[in-house]
């Protein structure tokens, strides 16, 4: 079995002030639009509400998303690293500990309708989408993830034959079938794709912001592998050259990649080699050759 590495000076106890506003926020989003109207969240989140509807009341939502998301996120920590399991096992605890207390401590009714949007399904769909996509979206960007998905993607969708986000896609799709199969009804997980949309765009912005598409330059020993996990992360590929290094002469390769998600790109090529030298570029326009 392989030994994990930690340094605990590798955890930032600043990124847990953002972490708590992120669970916070995603809670408010989920438990204010998405729950009293009967709407799904996507992933993990999603199917611990249908879980919550249709169990005894002693089962809640808010102890759903702890049993389906911890065991998930130490299933991963071999893959993910103890850094970023740590920041998500404490930003679902967040997000569940809020969610609770919405619906059960603060004077807030959310038994039947939004209190803000009422039973407007679109304001909810567009609203829970937008706050718990920021929620998301900041737990993202502070090393972690608030969606036991994240880590399912990542460790099936590669032995199955899939991208990443073609797993996402299939896994929420059954989730809103099976949605519709067991409500009997269809326009909740279709109002509920819209908010899987729309959440989806929100984190894009909140953890890349407006940045266009760059050129990447990744100085490597390890191409090949940085190249195969870039691929699988962003459906596209690169090129890699050989190259020398300048001063101490080893051998390297050079890895040409078009990426408009930086952080993302960052935090994989430093996971597989810190030691990875990264040249960036802004790019004003990719042509393709329509016939190759």
């Given amino acids: 079995m392989k030994k994990l590495k930690f340094d605990w000076k590798e955890i930032d106890p600043k990124n847990f002030i953002v972490l708590v506003i992120a669970g916070i926020i995603n809670a408010f989003g989920v438990t204010i639009f998405l729950f009293p109207v009967k709407l799904y969240d996507s992933g993990i989140s999603g199917l611990s509400m249908l879980l919550d509807q249709i169990t005894p009341d002693s089962l809640s939502l808010s102890l759903f998303l702890i049993i389906l998301n911890i065991p998930v996120f130490l299933f991963g920590l071999s893959r993910q690293g103890v850094t970023f399991t740590v920041y998500s096992i404490f930003t679902v605890a967040v997000y569940s500990l809020m969610s609770f207390l919405i619906m059960n401590v603060f004077p807030i009714d959310v038994s039947f309708i939004s209190p803000l949007a009422g039973s407007d399904l679109l304001l909810c769909a567009i609203f829970g989408g937008v706050i718990s996509g920021i929620g998301s979206g900041l737990t993202i960007r502070f090393g972690g ?30 989730l809103y079938i099976v949605c519709g199969i067991t409500m009997k009804s269809w326009i909740l997980p279709l109002y509920s794709i819209v908010t899987y949309y729309i959440g989806s765009k929100t984190i894009d912005f ?5 940045d266009k598409s760059k050129c990447a330059m990744i100085v490597t020993t390890k191409a090949d592998e940085i190249s195969d996990v870039l ?10 050259v050989d190259a020398v290094g300048g001063y101490s002469k080893e051998r390297k390769e050079i890895i040409y990649f078009i990426v408009n998600k930086i952080n993302k790109l960052k935090k994989i090529v430093h996971t597989i080699d810190p030691c990875a030298f990264i040249s960036l570029q802004d790019v004003s326009d990719i042509i393709k050759n329509p016939s190759a």
Avoid at 146 to 153: A, M, Y
Avoid at 154 to 168: D, E, M, N, P
């Fill in 231 to 240: 691929t699988d992360n962003f459906e596209a590929s690169g090129t890699i």
């Fill in 145 to 174: 993830a608030i969606d036991g998905i994240d880590v399912l993607s990542v460790v099936f969708a590669k032995r199955i034959g899939l991208s990443i986000g073609s797993f996402v896609l299939i896994f929420n799709t059954l």
């Fill in 206 to 210: 909140v953890v890349e912001g407006i």
